[in-house]
C-alpha cells in the first residue's frame, strides 16, 4: 500500500517538473531578443511580399526565401533567419518597385505582333 502511495507520488514529482521544464525552455526560446529579431524580420518580409503582389511583381525566390528563414527560426539558427528574412524584404521592395514603375509602360504598337 504504502508502496503504491510513493509511486504515485513520484511519477506526480516527475509529470510536474517535465512539464515545468518544457513550459520554461519554451518561455526562454519565445523571449530570446535574436528570435523576437528574427520574427520581425520575417513579418517584414511578408509584408514586403505581399505588397510586390498587389502590383503582380512578386519574385519566386522571396516565398522561397521567407520559408527557409522561418525554418531557421524553428531550428533556432535565429542569425540565419534573420540574414534570410532581410534578403527577402529587400526582395519584396526591388520588386514592388519595378512593377509599380513598369504598370505604366506602354508597348509601342510597332512591337505589337
Not at 514529482?13 to 518561455?27: K, P, R
Amino acid at each position: 500500500m504504502q508502496t503504491k502511495r510513493l509511486l504515485s507520488v513520484l511519477l506526480l514529482a516527475v509529470t510536474f517538473v517535465a512539464g515545468t521544464g518544457t513550459a520554461l525552455a519554451a518561455d526562454a526560446k519565445a523571449e530570446s531578443p535574436k528570435a523576437v529579431q528574427a520574427q520581425q524580420e520575417i513579418d517584414k518580409a511578408d509584408k514586403a511580399r505581399k505588397m510586390a503582389a498587389s502590383v503582380d511583381s512578386e519574385w519566386t525566390t522571396t516565398g522561397k526565401l521567407i520559408k527557409k528563414a522561418q525554418a531557421a527560426l524553428k531550428q533556432g539558427d535565429y542569425d540565419t533567419a534573420i540574414r534570410l528574412a532581410k534578403q527577402a524584404g529587400e526582395q519584396g521592395v526591388i520588386a514592388y518597385e519595378q512593377g509599380a514603375s513598369q504598370k505604366e509602360l506602354r508597348i509601342p504598337s510597332y512591337l505589337k505582333y
